[in-house]
């Protein structure tokens, strides 16, 4: 794995975007590179910016969620909206680019953080952002803390792994390597051992809880033989009952039986009076229509033929009144026309005159129409050239009239903007408004420029103001400055003066016990004097400490006072200094415009007390004019246009009235069409209607005749006929004769008795007989005294049943248990098989902490490390070598001191620097561990370098930059050693402003 480009924004104090690119210059000349900074500059926050965008983690933070942002204050650069981080890196699958990045929304609240991957051509790969880091650890072959152990090393790690006791360098390698994995092997092969033991045990005590549940063997005979009775006696029992149901059965059955016959009895009486009453209503009814039945055909089509005879005579009336109706309908319509053509007019000429009118009448409407259509042209012309002038048309006001009055008021104005521009040739307005303009543009130029002037001048006033006063200012500075530094020097010296009689008066009270001591005559131990002036009595000095306090803080003041005064001068000065460039630059700028107004003033007037401002108003002004200028002329034009149009157009109106007139003297309706051919539709409709009618009474009197005849025909018939004898009319025949739905009702009702009277006969034959054979298979018994056989009996039964179930219940528990028992025993046989394996690792490997395979597998971690260690030592140092502690050894780990004879000794007791060579070993052992399975491209090594001399600094480097020329690495050193500057010429150089952000730049 190796990282191509670091792309990051506003990561911690690194403001804005950044980018770090190891495929270009100079990273693609010398792979080997430093990254500098004093402390707190972002030296860290590169790496920060590799594991949040690979992994959303970071080595000081951890996981990283908003509510980490939000509580920590952490990795949004302050006062920024957005964060960014991406890193590009190649792999054994190919180029990628993983990104992570957060921001605010227009709330300002901050929005969760996204991450994304991205492949060589820049399609995103479809995850989740949760399944970001998943996916770079399955591309990389690292997890989060392999690669922060294999990529960035961090020496104070392995320092406090070197010197650690055998305890704490177990904790502090299974840490580092991350092979906590075999602790938890450990411990969980104890509990699953643990578990196999405890479940075998819980079986071995379930089966003697089933023993304690079995039944005695004596017991079980009893039971057993109890059981078998007790299945006879229900056998027995439950025959008996079944035939003491069937006895009761018979009993209610034969009861049923008994009660239905006599229930059928009493339908059978009712049907009989249904049948008398029945024959006595309408049997009379039925016996004549039986007699006219033969001819009843030949009687209904008598009746029909009847009825239609007296039909044709309604219809032979109503006819006669729809042509008198005709008739009427028809001298009313001639009246009507010949009030609509204006003269009278009769059935035989009154098409011809309505066509004649109609067309009369079209031809003055069309002659109508064309007028309309003219005037409506000449006024459309009209109001197209009124558009855009004051005229506007009104067809009730005297139109020629008013363009009159407009045409006058035009010429007047005209008039007028001619005098206010000065212009003599209308014809030439192109120029005089390009001259115009010309002037406008140069005045405004030249307003422009004044008011630049007046603010320059002024900005040149203030300057030279502002200097003057700093003069004043500067004058009695020196004055002030010499008194506060002579009153600050003159503290100053009696602060001292009194420090040094208080540390005098001090020093002579702690002498008091050897003042005491002097004798008289005798030599002083200190200054071997034999007179003591002062060894009772001392000299009073009252000097305190308030007083020196005091006499500091006076110093102070007048110190205070004097830098105050020194540094107004200074800024005073500073301010002339910056001033001074200002004021020339100016005068030169106020020169130069004075040049240009002069220049753009050339052939323009300016009128005495004006302004160009006043002067580009003017020229606007009559700018504007030769604007209405322009339109007041096209707008006269315009109106001499009009005239012959409005004249023409009077005309045009008087002829149009003239025909309107005829036209409404002659017709008075809307449409002439439609008028006309509605008197002429009716006037068919009712030749129409006098045909038809006449056609009608011809053919219902032939029809009527034909009927007369039929009827006759059909009376000899039936006249002779024997149905008819009893009957003295064809009439009272016909009446006897039912119509087919009272025939059905009539029949109907009379089968359904007949019908039912025979079902009664038939039921109660069948229930006599069924009766007569359950009476011969009765028993002597009453229904009473069997139901009480019946539930004795049933009693009893119950009662055995529950004893038997009960047997069989105990019996049956008495089976499961010897079964569950031998289940138990075998499935413990198999179990103790299994559990070997277990046993046998949990014996080798398996305690409750994991400690024991935990040992086991540091330890040879620990040898593989120390090994890789002594290979990459080789090149850093011929004296050190690593070696394992004995047992008799500290617990730290040992080094061989080569210039000492091979001499055993503890880390513990190497310098600062060799302990630093040890540890960069032991983080170059640990990459190449796990290079081992992930090729690894990138290293990053974090500070140490500080504790080295130039000799082994450079011994070091030199290591470096072969193992960076042997393996193609791209090798980072993060640190704030001047020297590497100067050995290391790529770099990554950070620096801190003073606002608290960090710069990056790239040498």
Known sequence: MKILNIHFKNINSLKGTHQVDFTEAPFNRSTLFAITGPTGSGKSTLLDVISLALFNQTPRLGKISRKEILAKGALLTRNQK????????????????????????????????????????????????????????????????QFIKSVVLAQGE?????????????????????????????????????????????????????????????????????????????????VQIKRLEKQVELKERLAKTEKEIDSEREKQSLEKKKMATFQEQSGAQLDQHEKVRPVADELRSWSSLQEALASRDKQLEKLAQHQGNNQKAVAILLREVSDYIGKQTDSENLVRDINDFSDTVRELQKLRDTKLKEHANIESIIKEQARETAFNYNKKANNLETLH?????????????????????????????????????????????????????????????????IKLQRKALPKDIELAQAKAKGFEKESEALQVRLALQRLRASLEEHRNKLKKNEPCPLCGSLEHPFAQHLPQDQTSEKEIKALGKEFEKWNAQAIAKISELGSLNEREDELRPKMEVLSKEIEKLGAEETKLSEGLRLPPYSSWEHYTRTCQEKLEALTHLEQENKMLIKYKQLRPNLEKLGRILEAGIKTKDTLKAKYKGKDINADSQQLLTKWTELNKEERLLQQSLSDIKTERKTRI???????????????????????????????????????????GIEKELDRLDTSLALLQKQFDTDKRS??????????????????????????????????????????????????????????????????????????????????????????????????????????????????????????????????KTLSGGETFLLSLSMALALSDLASSNVEINSLFIDEGFGTLDPETL???????????????????????VDSLKDRIGTQIQLQRNGQGYSTLKIV
Request: glycine share 6%; aromatic share 4%; hydrophobic share 35%.
């Open 82 to 145: 957005e964060a960014a981080a991406s890193v590009t890196y190649r792999c054994k699958a190919g180029v990628f680019t993983s990104s992570w990045r957060i921001s605010t929304n227009r709330n300002h609240q901050l929005r969760d953080y996204e991450m994304e991957i991205a492949d060589e051509v820049g399609t995103l790969l479809d995850l989740k952002k949760s399944q970001v880091p998943t996916h770079n650890e399955k591309l990389i072959g690292l997890n989060y803390e």
């Open 158 to 238: 392995f320092a406090q792994f070197l010197k650690a006791k055998k305890d704490e360098r177990g904790a502090l390698l299974e840490k580092i390597t991350g092979t906590g994995i075999y602790r938890d092997i450990g411990r969980k092969t104890y509990e699953r051992f643990k578990t196999e033991i405890r479940k075998i045990e819980r079986q071995q005590d379930e089966i003697q809880t089933h023993h304690s549940e079995l039944l005695e063997d004596g017991i079980l005979k009893e039971f057993t033989a109890a059981f078998r009775t007790k299945k006879e006696t229900i056998g027995s029992l439950e």
């Open 778 to 907: 009765d028993v002597p018994q009453t229904q009473e005294k069997l139901q009480e056989d019946h539930d004795i009996k049933r009693e009893k039964l119950q009662s055995t049943r529950e004893e038997k179930a009960e047997l069989e219940r105990q019996l049956v528990n008495h089976r499961e248990k010897t079964e569950k028992i031998a289940n138990l025993k075998q499935q413990i046989a198999t179990e103790e098989k299994q559990i070997k394996r277990w046993k046998l690792l949990n014996e080798l490997i398996g305690d409750a902490q994991g400690k024991r395979f935990n040992d086991f597998a540091q330890d040879l971690t620990l040898r593989h490390l120390v090994a890789l260690a002594n290979a990459r030592l080789e090149s850093l140092s011929d004296r050190y070598r690593l070696d394992i502690p004995t047992e008799e050894e500290d617990d730290g780990l040992i080094i061989l001191d080569g210039h000492m004879g091979g001499q055993r000794r503890s880390v």
């Open 709 to 751: 005849e039929e009827i006759a025909v059909l009376e000899g018939l039936l006249n002779r006929s024997v149905s008819l004898k009893s009957f003295d009319t064809i009439a009272d025949a016909r009446k006897a004769l039912l119509d087919e739905k009272t025939l059905d009702r009539l029949q109907s009702q009379k089968s």
């Open 405 to 469: 009055q407009l045409k006058s008021t035009s010429e007047k104005h005209l008039a007028e903007l001619l005098k206010f521009t000065g212009i003599a040739d209308i014809g030439n307005l192109a120029h005089h408004r390009e001259a115009l303009s010309a002037q406008i543009d140069r005045s405004q130029q030249l307003e422009k420029i004044g008011i630049v002037f007046e603010q320059k001048k002024q900005n040149l006033d203030q300057y030279m103001g502002e200097v003057e006063r």
């Open 954 to 976: 450079d011994q070091t480097l030199d290591t470096l930059e072969r193992l960076q020329s042997e393996s193609s690495k791209t090798i980072g050193i993060i640190s704030h």
